[in-house]
DNA sequence: CCGGTTTGTTCGAGCTCCGAACTTTATGCT
DNA sequence: AGCATAAAGTTCGGAGCTCGAACAAACCGG
């Protein structure tokens, strides 16, 4: 009982734990070379040794069974200034395919990926409302991809979608704005497709994707992922690991008041930030600064609504009533964002979402916000997501192949 | 590679992480056992093989090693219908004692405990207002207390206190409620009782101490504590384990905004959570209710303050002056919650502090509050703590001794 | 060609859990 | 009293893992 903790240590769960073995130790360490290898690439065995500090011939046991098991493949040998020439060791990308799927209330984008998050395919079709076609649909173009890209194996398909998914059962809750209620996708999926099925929300997908295969991250552990489009959805990675919450539904802050008697939102809140800073909401700010003098709120039926992306473009034109609906959009933004940082301290916070195209104008107001709002503003890097459907894509494939490079959730 | 992932997995910290031996299996196990000791105690070798899945004779040594490490101690023998008796194993309560100490601005409380958080001394004495004349006051009563309760090892000195300790350097960040900023505790602390010392903010401790051994949890992995006195602060523990953050700081959803241009909050933010429901604001409410008619603000000074423990007397009484400022109170108590409860979805939320003690006003406003605020309200249980002291006085006692039985964080 | 240097492999020691066989200690029936 | 049955706890060989030292391989420069 003398081991040394690394970091934060977590109580055992007695209802579901497991007790380590000797193959246990194995399995720890592999995943230590492999994230090594993965971090380090290309590397050799003395490397390794030194990077991990397993002896030499564990090492190398461990490599020649991670290279028997195709996660590893031998490469060139290296150059030294003296001795023995190593042979570098990298990752194999064709080890496994991942199936990706973004699912959005427009379209759902497919991509077929490798280890390395690097898509050899992508294509799009629309989302069906009716949540029994969509899946004949998803499966059908799934089985196709597979049929036309073939490889050694596909490990898994990957789902993100607005929405929020049960721990347990892993059966889709809600997903407002897809118009869906309790469904199991995964289940139909599965069968269909004969491939394992994992489904995430898209802001936890952004998370993973950002925890794994993003660039401003070397030791961050503390990490959140806010999407914005006409809903607002936080998925957390707090010590290294996604949050879900006892039931998949932690992240709502979307649905966290920001003006406590705001505009009514359908989920029974007032003044939701989603109601106050989502694309929704900078179309609303958009359309009601046309004519109607303040004060005035009905009539909106007969107000033209002028879609988010028109808006982002005017924008860009320097359209000043454009300007002045994203300026608000930007400042509860701001608000929302500051509450986050305040409330979690994360290493970085990142915004997805169509928004980060104009994030010029809108990352100062926020960055204003925050600062003045969150005397913690210092702890937090604030960064817009390069392209939201790829955070999403990448976050597929991390879903699907965490399972092979994250530390097993000991006893 | 086919190790079953139990629940979340985590990414491994390539900067700080550590090989696993084959001590770590043992120790690993051990520490299942310890738990499971401390779970369903007293039990015998038998259970706990069955609990555990480990085999007899593994069973039998590490049981072994435990009791030859004083952790456990062999008991009475069982009587079954059939069979050989088993022999009870129970957690040797002396094999460490632990000095708890709560800091207060007004008060410290100290105590002596064992490894099950039974206190066997309490005692108090004033917080001075000088850092480092508190330093040497507080040395000298552990020391003190440990002559006075002498035992056969003290573990460590476990302090919760009203501010915020960075991860890395443990130096206190700052305590704004007792004037203290940047400070080293640790250090001339452990020099000068020469014991190990552990520092954790008081809202963490109070979700350590309901995670460790609070009543209501049985697999609950998602708990919150928010405390409330003259601020609010806020301790997560997610994953089973205490959320940090990055800096130490996360948790202080006490500095975010609840109304955006409410009042104006030391922090430089307006409108904070504990401007609006922390004692101090029940205070203000009740002062501001004396006969200023509404919209006046100025002459704060030449009002009497009503300390807050005589305003929950007068609710006792039914004053309804102090039952408006309560109820004022437990209004934005509530907003605050709500948010929460829909940005974290934990299985339980602890309200710590005096404000406990009509909960019986309190509970029903914030609930229905939450209700309506929440649209995930179902999945979390909102408890009042029993005591607060007590709360963050078992929180130091986990702070000390959760080493020895939580789960190594691998890799 | 040989010493120096680095990489990578081999092999026995020590630790761990597993699993079957065994001992111990109880009950109940004959 | 004697024996079958049953459950608790122990013993001991086997297999898996890492460690650590010794060894083989490969390269450089003099």
Redesign the interface.
């Known amino acids: ?1 003398t ?23 194995r ?6 070379m492999l ?2 290898v993965r ?1 380090h690439q290309p590397v050799s065995r003395a490397d390794l040794m030194r990077f ?3 002896q030499r011939s564990t090492v190398s046991v461990i490599a020649g069974r991670l290279i028997a ?1 195709r ?1 590893l493949k031998e490469g060139a040998v290296g150059n030294l200034p003296r001795g023995r020439r190593p042979t570098f060791l990298h990752l194999n990308p064709e080890r496994c395919g991942v199936i990706g799927v973004d699912v959005q209330p427009a379209r759902t984008t497919l991509a077929v990926s490798n280890m390395d998050s690097q898509f050899s395919a992508l294509e799009s079709m629309p989302t069906a409302k009716d949540p029994s076609e969509f899946i004949v649909r998803l499966s059908h173009r799934i089985t196709d991809l597979i049929r036309a890209h073939p490889k050694k194996s596909y490990e898994g398909v990957g789902i993100s979608l607005p929405g929020r998914i049960e721990v347990g059962s892993e059966r889709l809750i809600f997903a407002p704005t897809l118009g869906w209620n309790e469904l199991d996708l995964k289940t139909p999926i599965e069968r269909e497709t004969g491939l394992p099925v994992k489904l995430e929300n898209a802001a936890n997908a952004c998370a993973l994707a950002e ?2 295969s993003g660039q401003h991250i ?5 990490l959140v992922a806010v999407t914005v489009s006409d809903d607002i959805s ?1 998925g ?1 990675i ?10 998949g ?5 979307g ?6 008697d705001g505009p009514r939102c359908r ?4 003044g939701c930030w989603e109601m106050l800073a989502s694309n929704a909401a900078a179309v609303r700010y958009y359309a009601e600064s046309a004519s109607v003098p303040k004060g005035a709120i009905g009539s909106k039926s007969d107000m033209a609504t002028v879609p988010f992306g028109d808006i982002l473009r005017l924008v860009e034109q320097g359209d000043p009533r454009a300007c002045k609906a994203l300026n608000q959009m930007a400042h509860y933004l701001g ?1 929302g964002i ?2 986050l940082v ?6 970085i916070l990142i915004v997805v979402g169509e928004v980060t195209r104009v994030w010029d104008k809108v990352g100062p107001i926020v960055a204003e916000a925050v600062k ?5 503003h210092a ?2 890097r604030i960064v817009p997501a390069g392209s939201e459907a790829q955070s999403r894509l990448r976050g597929t494939v991390a879903m699907v192949l ?10």
């Open positions: 009982m081991f040394v903790c690394i970091k934060s240590m977590h109580k055992i769960n007695l209802s579901k734990f497991q007790v380590a073995t000797n193959g246990t130790v399995d720890i360490n592999s995943r230590i994230n090594l971090r991990s500090g397993l098991d996660w925890l794994w070397d030791g961050v552990n503390n936080v957390m707090m010590n290294g690991q996604l949050v879900r919450g006892s039931t539904v932690a992240g709502e802050f649905h966290v008041s920001q003006v406590l989920c029974g809140n007032s608000t500051a509450m305040t409330g979690l301290a994360p290493d003045r709002r969150s005397f913690t702890v937090t965490q399972k092979h490079f994250s530390a097993p959730s000991i006893a």
